[in-house]
């Protein structure tokens, strides 16, 4: 069975203090593994689709990097407005098509 | 960018009573729509596909005969929750997958609905 798993759960950090977040996943045949950003009470923002291990990708202050097992998304110097729940998502086939698995997501405070 | 516009944004219904949510690509055709629940402070749970012209595939555990998927066009579709009852309150989101190259493959968002049945 396909699994995401984020880590952490909830992070804070203080404004400035760089960090990563990590989704490790399992699955057969990934098409494409993404990361996305969501305030509360909204749909989720799409950040970063990654395709193939070493690949990269790099928004603002948030970057993005996939390995065989994992992804990490980390954050320089972040600033409270980066304060959300970032989810991570792998695609997969499924019975004929491709469907998106999210995880749990990591509740990020970033304090003044 | 493409857009994924859901509405409404929020809805206060009686039980018993029924709800319909719609979901619309704005500026892509989106063969496939996913339909998503969310509860507080948990992650995004697959109710269904939502393939145009065809019937939605449902997630195991879900009713298909309670949440009632149509996807009528390659930018509509919509989900009905029958007769609501308090449990169905929650937060349900769709969302739509731009396809083509897969570099160009995205998935997109609505805003979500946030469904309270008294």
């Known amino acids: 069975e396909d699994q995401v798993t984020q880590s952490p759960e909830a992070l804070r950090l203080q404004e400035g203090e760089s960090s990563s977040l990590n989704c490790s996943y399992t699955v057969s045949g990934l098409r494409g593994l993404f990361w996305y950003r969501q305030d509360p009470g909204k749909g989720p923002e799409f950040l970063f689709t990654l395709y193939s291990a070493g690949e990269e990708k790099e928004k603002e202050r948030l970057k993005a990097t996939l390995t065989k097992k994992e992804s990490f998304l980390h954050i320089t110097a972040p600033k409270p407005e980066d304060s959300a729940t970032y989810l991570c998502?792998?695609?997969?086939?499924?019975?004929?098509?491709?469907?998106?698995?999210f995880g749990r997501g990591t509740s990020l405070i970033v304090h003044p | 960018g493409a857009v994924v516009s859901q509405h409404p944004s929020w809805v206060i219904c009686k039980s018993g009573t029924s709800v319909k949510i719609e979901c619309r690509s704005l500026d892509f055709q989106a063969t496939t729509m996913f339909w998503y629940r969310q509860f507080p402070k948990q992650s995004l749970m697959l109710m269904a596909t939502s393939n145009e012209g065809s019937k939605a595939t449902y997630e195991q555990g879900v009713e298909k005969d309670k949440f009632l998927i149509n996807h009528a066009s390659l930018t509509l579709s919509t989900l009905t929750v029958t007769s609501a009852h308090p449990e169905d309150s929650s937060f349900y989101i769709c969302?739509?997958?731009?396809?083509?190259?897969?570099?160009?493959?995205?998935?997109?968002f609505g805003s979500g609905t946030q469904l309270s049945v008294l």
């Open positions: 969302s739509a997958r731009r396809e083509g190259p897969l570099s160009w493959e995205k998935l997109f």
């Open positions: 998502a792998v695609q997969a086939p499924s019975g004929g098509s491709y469907i998106p698995t």
